[in-house]
């Protein structure tokens, strides 16, 4: 009887961009090699990334061709980066090519994890069944870049670019065996457009940490509401955020805006131009246990942006026992309770402060919202919920359990 471990693909962005896709794509690798399969991490080098791995326009009129770059990680994890011909138009790095169809081929079971379905193509054209898990629709992954771009990349972005990318996302919708969103709101995305399977469409949030991510002994009030991410992200709406703070200050003072994650120039001139320099701790990327501190040490965490698939970081706010506040973004609208774990507010700086204020008004107050904040990632975004969903997902696509081996 053969024994051997399943070999599972894991088809995804490159981990070098930060954010949601890379931390959940990590957590679901490392949860398959867990259960005992043989996973290789595979995504499509991103050409500002890994620049000699693509053909660009102007080295493949020379001969040059995209290649694979093989490498392990430090678990012994087999990671794969794709090239591709002319990555210029983006689509490309998404279409079926030989190296694609190589590794999909050579794997028992396929999985692809991204912002957008898009990420799936290669495993849709190919007709392998697999899974998807997503954040948004194509459309909702690209708003804030399209709207970005300057005129003549919009142009060419809207006669080339998007209509590729759509034939794509169309391609998925109609061959991928199961859909999984992050989020209520992303799998509404998808059951929103026309001919979409809705028995094909599911949701599998991204679970957290929270023997890691714990509340401090004690709660005492700080005076310091935090934001993590990418600020310099247009979806995040640094722009609001600020003005939210200089709204608050008004209510209280001594407030002040810890942002933890990469570092953006923009931002700090839009800090610097309202002279809130002294107002707004700039804490750069976070070692994990760093972040943690970080979170410990906040009255509320605020979520700014315009779209949200989920904001895992909301979820690690929370079971840190800190109370969320949020726009109305999608994602964040499947934790944030209004009085319970926190308030959604509309996009709108003097609501987002009022509803701070009522946070930190009372340290009484603000123990109940911790306690609410844990029991609600306990019940809902632990491991064992994750493991549970994964596993009934597994069953429905592949008629198995994702541990059986």
Same mark, same amino acid.
């Given at each position: 009887?053969?024994?051997?471990?399943?070999?599972?693909?894991?088809?995804?962005?490159?981990?070098?961009?930060?954010?949601?896709?890379?931390?959940?794509?990590?957590?679901?690798?490392?949860?398959?090699?867990?259960?005992?399969?043989?996973?290789?991490?595979?995504?499509?080098?991103?050409?500002?990334?890994?620049?000699?791995?693509?053909?660009?326009?102007?080295?493949?009129?020379?001969?040059?061709?995209?290649?694979?770059?093989?490498?392990?990680?430090?678990?012994?994890?087999?990671?794969?980066?794709?090239?591709?011909?002319?990555?210029?138009?983006?689509?490309?790095?998404?279409?079926?090519?030989?190296?694609?169809?190589?590794?999909?081929?050579?794997?028992?079971?396929?999985?692809?994890?991204?912002?957008?379905?898009?990420?799936?193509?290669?495993?849709?054209?190919?007709?392998?069944?697999?899974?998807?898990?997503?954040?948004?629709?194509?459309?909702?992954?690209?708003?804030?870049?399209?709207?970005?771009?300057?005129?003549?990349?919009?142009?060419?972005?809207?006669?080339?670019?998007?209509?590729?990318?759509?034939?794509?996302?169309?391609?998925?919708?109609?061959?991928?065996?199961?859909?999984?969103?992050?989020?209520?709101?992303?799998?509404?995305?998808?059951?929103?457009?026309?001919?979409?399977?809705?028995?094909?469409?599911?949701?599998?949030?991204?679970?957290?940490?929270?023997?890691?991510?714990?509340?401090?002994?004690?709660?005492?009030?700080?005076?310091?509401?935090?934001?993590?991410?990418?600020?310099?992200?247009?979806?995040?709406?640094?722009? &609001?955020? +600020?003005?939210? *703070?200089?709204? $608050?200050?008004?209510?209280? @003072?001594?407030?002040?805006?810890?942002?933890? !994650? %990469?570092?953006?120039?923009?931002?700090?001139?839009?800090?610097?131009?309202?002279?809130?320099?002294?107002?707004?701790?700039?804490?750069?990327?976070?070692?994990?246990?760093?972040?943690?501190?970080?979170?410990?040490?906040?009255?509320?965490?605020?979520?700014?942006?315009?779209?949200?698939? &989920?904001? +895992?970081?909301? *979820?690690?706010? $929370?079971?840190?026992?800190? @109370?969320?506040?949020?726009?109305?973004?999608? !994602? %964040?609208?499947?934790?944030?309770?209004?009085?319970?774990?926190?308030?959604?507010?509309?996009?709108?700086?003097?609501?987002?402060?009022?509803?701070?204020?009522?946070?930190?008004?009372?340290?009484?107050?603000?123990?109940?919202?911790?306690?609410?904040?844990?029991?609600?990632?306990?019940?809902?975004?632990?491991?064992?919920?994750?493991?549970?969903?994964?596993?009934?997902?597994?069953?429905?696509?592949?008629?198995?359990?994702?541990?059986?081996?």
């Amino acid at each position: 009887m053969d024994r051997s471990p399943r070999r599972t693909l894991i088809i995804t962005l490159p981990p070098q961009l930060l954010g949601g896709v890379a931390s959940k794509a990590r957590l679901f690798a490392d949860h398959l090699t867990d259960l005992g399969h043989d996973v290789t991490f595979s995504y499509y080098a991103a050409h500002r990334i890994d620049p000699d791995i693509n053909a660009t326009f102007a080295r493949a009129l020379v001969g040059g061709r995209p290649i694979v770059k093989s490498s392990r990680r430090s678990n012994g994890m087999r990671e794969e980066a794709i090239g591709c011909w002319i990555p210029e138009l983006e689509c490309t790095y998404t279409s079926v090519s030989s190296r694609w169809r190589e590794l999909i081929s050579s794997h028992d079971r396929v999985v692809a994890i991204g912002g957008s379905p898009i990420i799936a193509n290669p495993a849709a054209r190919l007709g392998v069944p697999h899974i998807l898990w997503y954040a948004d629709d194509l459309r909702g992954d690209r708003e804030a870049r399209r709207r970005a771009m300057s005129w003549p990349r919009r142009i060419f972005n809207s006669i080339v670019i998007e209509p590729a990318l759509r034939r794509q996302q169309r391609c998925v919708f109609d061959k991928t065996t199961l859909m999984l969103g992050v989020s209520e709101y992303s799998a509404a995305r998808l059951r929103a457009h026309d001919g979409v399977r809705h028995d094909a469409v599911g949701r599998l949030p991204i679970p957290v940490d929270s023997e890691f991510f714990q509340p401090p002994q004690e709660i005492e009030l700080t005076g310091k509401i935090g934001f993590a991410g990418r600020i310099g992200d247009a979806r995040k709406n640094p722009a &609001l955020l +600020i003005e939210a *703070l200089m709204s $608050l200050k008004r209510h209280i @003072p001594n407030a002040k805006l810890c942002i933890a !994650g %990469p570092r953006d120039s923009d931002v700090e001139a839009m800090i610097k131009a309202r002279g809130l320099e002294n107002d707004v701790e700039l804490l750069g990327v976070l070692e994990r246990e760093d972040l943690r501190n970080f979170y410990q040490g906040l009255d509320a965490f605020v979520i700014s942006s315009e779209r949200e698939g &989920l904001a +895992i970081v909301g *979820l690690e706010a $929370l079971a840190s026992g800190v @109370p969320v506040v949020s726009t109305r973004c999608g !994602g %964040p609208e499947d934790y944030v309770k209004d009085g319970v774990t926190g308030y959604l507010a509309d996009f709108d700086p003097e609501e987002i402060a009022a509803r701070l204020t009522e946070i930190m008004a009372s340290v009484v107050r603000r123990k109940l919202f911790a306690e609410a904040c844990r029991q609600t990632v306990e019940q809902n975004f632990s491991m064992q919920v994750f493991s549970e969903t994964l596993d009934r997902a597994w069953s429905w696509v592949w008629d198995e359990s994702v541990g059986s081996l």
